[in-house]
């Protein structure tokens, strides 16, 4: 009877493990199917379904990089914004967990941010265990219906369990409308120099300064931007933050404001301004008007809080769409992805203060098979071998050589360009003679989705004696760093193959590519 009963149980252990097994390699099989969808990024962030937006709420704690966003888990078009949330060790590889907060009787969760309150200045806390607060809009759609100017306020929300679980503050709203259309998007700050908690936020067509001793009471401090800048749209998505020079003891303040529409190449973009904050009001450097990306897909970025004193980086991440035609691209289970995570840089050119791009070192990682290329000169256009590299899925490094005298004579542009089977081309390249950068998109693939897709984007950008181009190329979207980082591109594409051949091209002369490195990169859905 023993033996039967043994036996029986032996069976049984068997089936299950087997069911289990077969379930796991279903879930298994599901998320792979899911990841490998057509365009959806391979090491871009982005959610597991459904409609994405702005990165919100960027902050690290305890070893983890809090990454929440703008979400509606009912449909792949916006609708009522809820707080996404992923987190991450490295900024690379990325955990999905449930959803942060969700709309109330207030309204919907618009953009904000979150931070450490190391102090516990609110009281919700302890100073063993500090709470993560979170700072947002609410947006009410009822308000906003009827007509009234007051249907956007600022909340906030804390968490005493590094995020997994949020309770609202109970007297919400911190902040009241004061009667101003387009009051949104909260990126709040210790100011150690005064010790005070600093908020600025995007009011129509510039930001306000706030202040507060514990991030439930607020007074107002300045206004900025009425007159300067690009005002083509709304401001939305603010960032506040010093910089030291790179090599030098001189620092300055970077201020970080988004704008829909207006940005250079149509839509939706992120300009800056450098200068100098005391807590109160921010006095700009210069009246020119910058931008940290000048592709039309990159929006919303703002910067993580709280990253430890010994990392030092100023880390930022952005919005990989463009209004223009964000509800309207080709994916079905998801939409959007985010920028790949970038490093923010402030150097000093000919006496004007510069924001440089450069991918984080952690993106490093994902590296693997990497081929090289000899030095060659090239007119007309050159076939590149590259092997097994998967261009779809790919990190590409090009130096080229400028204004090197030669019996071509020197070309007016060169580039190179990425192909598929079917003819469509994706170009990135430089005008030497209009002294401009350009992505064009005009043949890469699908645009019937919008008119103003198929497009060709300019930056202005003075080469000097060479030029160095660090290309990530993602399934759907191609992100471009130039020296260094001193401009940076990003679009996104959407062909109908993938592109397997690529040429370096050089109009109306010569051009020498000095050196070349391609890798493959590595998926994160693992």
């Known amino acids: 009877m023993k033996t039967q009963i043994l036996l029986i149980s032996i069976v049984m252990i068997i089936v299950v493990a087997c069911n289990s097994n077969n379930k796991n390699k279903s879930i298994s099989s599901e998320i792979e199917t ?18 994405m937006n702005d990165p919100n709420g960027m902050v690290y704690y305890e070893g983890e990089y809090h990454l929440f966003y703008q979400y509606y888990p009912n449909s792949t078009v916006w609708g009522p914004m809820h707080w996404g949330h992923a987190v991450s060790h490295d900024m690379i590889h990325w955990e999905h967990l449930p959803i942060a907060l969700y709309p109330d009787s207030l309204g919907y969760i618009f953009s904000g941010s979150a931070v450490i309150d190391w102090e516990n200045t609110t009281g919700f806390g302890s100073t063993e265990n500090p709470p993560m607060i979170a700072i947002y809009t609410y947006h009410d759609p009822k308000g906003e219906k009827a007509g009234t100017d007051t249907y956007q306020t600022q909340g906030i929300a804390y968490s005493l369990d590094k995020g ?24 709040v700050i210790w100011h150690k120099e005064t010790g005070k908690w600093v908020m600025v936020f995007a009011a129509q067509d510039r930001v306000k300064f706030y202040t507060s001793p514990n991030l439930i009471d607020w007074t107002f401090e300045s206004d900025f931007g009425m007159e300067l800048g690009a005002h083509g ?4 998505c603010p960032d ?4 030291s020079i790179e090599e030098s003891n001189e620092e300055k303040w970077v201020l970080l404001v988004s704008i829909n529409p207006g940005g250079p190449n149509f839509g939706s973009a992120t300009q800056y301004f450098v200068g100098d904050f005391d807590g109160q009001g921010f006095i700009p450097s210069s009246e020119e008007t910058n931008w940290i990306d000048y592709g039309a897909d990159n929006y919303a970025g703002v910067t993580w809080s ?30 959007s992805a985010m920028t790949i995570p970038r490093e923010l840089q402030l150097i000093k050119d000919n006496n004007e203060y510069k924001l440089i791009s450069i991918p984080v070192i952690e993106q490093n990682k994902l590296r693997k098979g990497k081929i090289s ?16 590299i998967n261009l779809m899925q790919s990190e590409l490094k090009l130096t080229f050589q400028l204004n090197e005298d030669s019996q071509f004579g020197i070309a007016e542009e060169f580039g190179l360009e990425l192909s598929n089977s079917i003819g469509q081309t994706l170009r990135i390249g430089y005008d030497q003679t209009k002294r401009k950068f350009y992505i064009d998109r005009s043949k890469a693939g699908r645009f019937e989705f919008s008119t103003l897709f198929a497009a060709k984007h300019y930056a202005p950008y003075e080469a000097k004696s060479q030029l160095e181009l660090r290309i990530f190329m993602d399934a759907s979207s191609v992100e471009v760093f130039v020296d260094g980082g001193q401009l940076a591109m990003t679009d996104i594409v959407f062909p109908d193959a993938p592109y397997k051949q690529m040429k370096i091209y050089s109009l109306n002369g010569h051009t020498k590519l000095l050196e070349s490195e391609f890798w493959n990169m590595d998926t994160i859905w693992k």
């Open 233 to 236: 749209g709304v401001w939305e």
């Open 34 to 51: 899911n990841q490998m969808e057509d365009y959806r990024p391979q090491y871009h962030f982005t959610p597991d379904s459904m409609w």
């Open 306 to 335: 709280d990253i430890p004193e010994n990392d030092g980086r100023r880390l930022f991440i952005g919005w990989m769409s463009n209004w223009l035609y964000a509800t309207k691209v080709p994916t079905e289970r998801w939409r």
């Open 373 to 388: 290329m000899e030095a060659q000169v090239v007119s007309g256009e050159a076939t590149v071998e590259t092997g097994d």
């Open 164 to 187: 997994r679980s949020w309770t609202k503050y109970k007297n919400n709203p911190v902040l009241p409308n004061p009667g101003i259309r387009d009051f949104r998007d909260p990126k």
């Open 240 to 243: 506040i933050f010093p910089l």
